[in-house]
């Protein structure tokens, strides 16, 4: 595994949506077929919130939300990493300069904890210097 996608990269990809990079398609494009990605287990937690509230909407085609989520996180191209104590102590040992958001804070540190680069475009994470990224 060489790469943990942060939650809206996670989403943007499953849903081939157009605001995923070009680097990051190309990128997860480039993953041999037996290998996975990786997302942080609190990824879950955030794409159930946005799927519920109508922030990010799945084609009708797929069933309810709670159904594409499940089927979404059980794909064989994905591991979902669970919350260790380790990525919880890492998470706070980012630095000052780095996003105060907990969800934020627990997907870098998987991603640091795990060795993996982060694929986000979230440009606060990047600009840390705290966590190896990719946009």
Do not use: C, N
């Not at 870098?108 to 606060?124: F, G, K, N, P, Y």
Request: no cysteine; hydrophobic share 45%; charged share 25%.
């Amino acid at each position: 595994m060489k790469y943990l996608l942060d939650t809206q990269a996670w989403l943007w990809s499953v849903l081939d949506h157009p605001r995923l990079s070009r680097r990051a398609r190309v990128a997860l494009r480039a993953v041999p077929a037996q290998e996975r990605v990786g997302i942080a287990a609190i990824s879950l937690k955030e794409a159930a919130w946005h799927l519920a509230r109508g922030r990010v909407v799945v084609d009708e085609d797929f069933g309810p939300w709670p159904l594409w989520l499940r089927t979404a996180a059980s794909s064989p191209h994905i591991e979902v990493l669970p919350l260790t104590v380790d990525v919880a102590i890492e998470s706070e040992q980012l630095g000052d300069s780095f996003p105060p958001d907990p969800a934020d804070r627990l997907i870098a540190a998987t991603a640091r904890v795990q060795d993996l680069t982060l694929i986000t475009s979230d440009r606060h994470i990047q600009k840390s210097g705290a966590v190896r990224t990719l946009w």
